[in-house]
């Protein structure tokens, strides 16, 4: 029931400003590994850009510039890749897209990106989900929506595709089951709404707007194509 301590405490930020996504680096000081592994980040209106972690390996208290947002954008979500990797973003209208990280060239920390996914409508539709995954890897993915229905596939079942297109239907949309939750909604609960499973001994918490959360195992869920389990009651 701890509250936390306040970011402000360990970074400067700007007024008005807010934290919108973080990863965990090993080291920062291997120069072999910060030359070879690469920051993605994604923002809600389907631009991803990459770059080199070592742009980032000289952070300074009050921020460096990682991303230039265009006008009506915001930074969605960020990972760490090690230029192998695929990418697979969510949208809110129930598609995602899966290409390979290769299709998106290295950029510099001031750039603002390139067309990761076409949305289905520009005013209503949005990215609410990035993962990064191994090609070679049978994990399963798992998608949820706002009203508590998760569905569970295999990383098969999204075929690759080159970069900026519609993507392939993920999750049917009803007024049953809600849009695919946004990892940022005005309650600041879901943060994440893609995730790529290994095993079925993983747990998974449902977190709710009121702060209550739901635990499901995730061997409970059976792989899925497009129909949808219900998570919490």
Do not use: H, W
Request: aromatic share 4%; proline share 4%.
């Amino acid at each position: 029931t701890s509250k936390g301590r306040a970011i402000q405490n360990l970074i400067n930020l700007e007024p008005g400003d807010k934290v919108k996504a973080f990863i965990n680096v090993p080291t920062l000081s291997d120069e072999d590994f910060i030359n070879n592994n690469f920051v993605i980040l994604a923002t809600k209106k389907g631009v991803i850009k990459k770059t080199s972690l070592e742009a980032y390996s000289r952070p300074r208290q009050n921020g460096i510039i990682a991303l230039t947002i265009r006008e009506g954008d915001e930074l969605l979500s960020v990972c760490l890749t090690n230029g192998q990797q695929e990418m697979l973003m969510a949208l809110r209208s129930g598609r995602a897209i899966r290409f390979n990280e290769s299709n998106v060239r290295p950029m510099g920390r001031s750039a603002s990106g390139v067309r990761g996914v076409t949305l289905a409508d520009e005013e209503t539709d949005e990215v609410v989900g990035l993962i990064c995954v191994d090609p070679n890897g049978s994990s399963d993915i798992l998608v949820v929506s706002e009203k508590g229905y998760g569905k569970r596939s295999e990383l098969a079942e999204y075929r690759v595709t080159n970069r900026g297109g519609k993507g392939v239907k993920t999750l049917n949309i009803t007024d049953k089951n809600g849009v695919i939750t946004s990892p940022t909604p005005p309650c600041g609960v879901c943060r994440q709404v893609m995730r790529e499973f290994c095993s079925d001994d993983f747990e998974i918490l449902i977190v709710r707007e009121n702060e209550n959360y739901d635990k499901v195992l995730l061997k409970d869920l059976l792989p899925l194509s497009f129909r949808p389990e219900i998570l919490s009651k």
